[in-house]
């Protein structure tokens, strides 16, 4: 019954159950070791939640080769998690991406500082999912710009840490703009301007 109203939807649409996939995969490639699996599988997912309930439209996926996007018409990133080490920037950094600095689609998240940082374990999921929609966003944004509240601030407080055990912290209406116009833009349905 439902692969019956499934199908009716596509051809109504004019889809087909084999249209690819045209819009931003992100890629979370787990260089920490088999041990932080489960933790970055949770992670993974509450990322995709906070997407989900901001209405961008992204697909995160697990373990496959950065060189590869799984799409014909789509966009990625790379989201790397690994340890810090000979990271030379600063030393409370929790992950880093350049996009203003041209330096591909791939960002590094130090999964290590992040275990340290949130202690409990419901807090290391919580923050790391921040962590990587921050540095997500950043991408999309296209800019080192921080907000003064929310998802996008430069450093969370402990309040903050408190909220994103209990729910995700928000996007402020501003991030939000600039994250579906840069969007557009990467998936060229945009301009920059």
Same mark, same amino acid.
């Given at each position: 019954?439902?692969?019956?109203?499934?199908?009716?939807?596509? *051809?109504?649409?004019?889809?087909s *159950?084999?249209?690819?996939?045209c819009g931003l995969t992100?890629r !979370? !490639?787990?260089?920490?070791?088999?041990?932080?699996?489960?933790?970055?599988?949770a992670?993974?997912?509450? *990322?995709g939640?906070?997407?989900?309930?901001?209405? @961008?439209?992204?697909?995160?996926?697990?373990? !496959?080769?950065?060189?590869k996007?799984?799409?014909?018409?789509?966009?990625?990133i @790379?989201?790397?998690?690994?340890?810090?080490?000979g990271y030379?920037? #600063?030393?409370?950094?929790?992950?880093?991406a350049?996009?203003?600095?041209?330096?591909?689609?791939?960002?590094?998240?130090?999964?290590d500082?992040? *275990?340290?940082?949130g202690?409990?374990?419901?807090l290391?999921?919580?923050?790391l +999912? #921040?962590?990587?929609? #921050?540095?997500?966003?950043?991408?999309?944004?296209?800019?080192?710009r921080?907000?003064?509240?929310? !998802?996008?601030? +430069?450093?969370?407080?402990?309040?903050?840490?408190? #909220?994103?055990?209990?729910?995700?912290?928000?996007?402020?209406?501003e991030?939000l703009?600039?994250?579906?116009?840069g969007?557009?833009?990467?998936?060229?349905?945009?301009?920059?301007?």
């Amino acid at each position: 019954m439902k692969t019956y109203l499934i199908v009716g939807i596509l *051809a109504a649409t004019g889809l087909s *159950a084999k249209t690819p996939y045209c819009g931003l995969t992100v890629r !979370v !490639v787990n260089n920490a070791g088999v041990s932080a699996g489960m933790f970055v599988t949770a992670a993974k997912m509450k *990322a995709g939640e906070m997407f989900e309930r901001a209405g @961008v439209d992204v697909r995160m996926r697990d373990n !496959v080769s950065a060189g590869k996007s799984g799409t014909a018409c789509g966009a990625l990133i @790379v989201v790397q998690i690994e340890k810090e080490d000979g990271y030379s920037g #600063h030393e409370s950094a929790l992950a880093y991406a350049m996009p203003f600095k041209n330096s591909g689609t791939t960002i590094h998240v130090f999964l290590d500082r992040v *275990a340290q940082l949130g202690r409990e374990p419901g807090l290391q999921v919580a923050l790391l +999912a #921040h962590v990587m929609v #921050h540095e997500i966003t950043h991408m999309l944004q296209g800019l080192e710009r921080h907000s003064a509240e929310g !998802v996008m601030k +430069a450093r969370w407080s402990r309040d903050d840490f408190r #909220h994103m055990e209990r729910a995700a912290l928000p996007f402020a209406d501003e991030d939000l703009g600039l994250m579906r116009k840069g969007l557009a833009v990467l998936l060229g349905r945009g301009t920059a301007e």
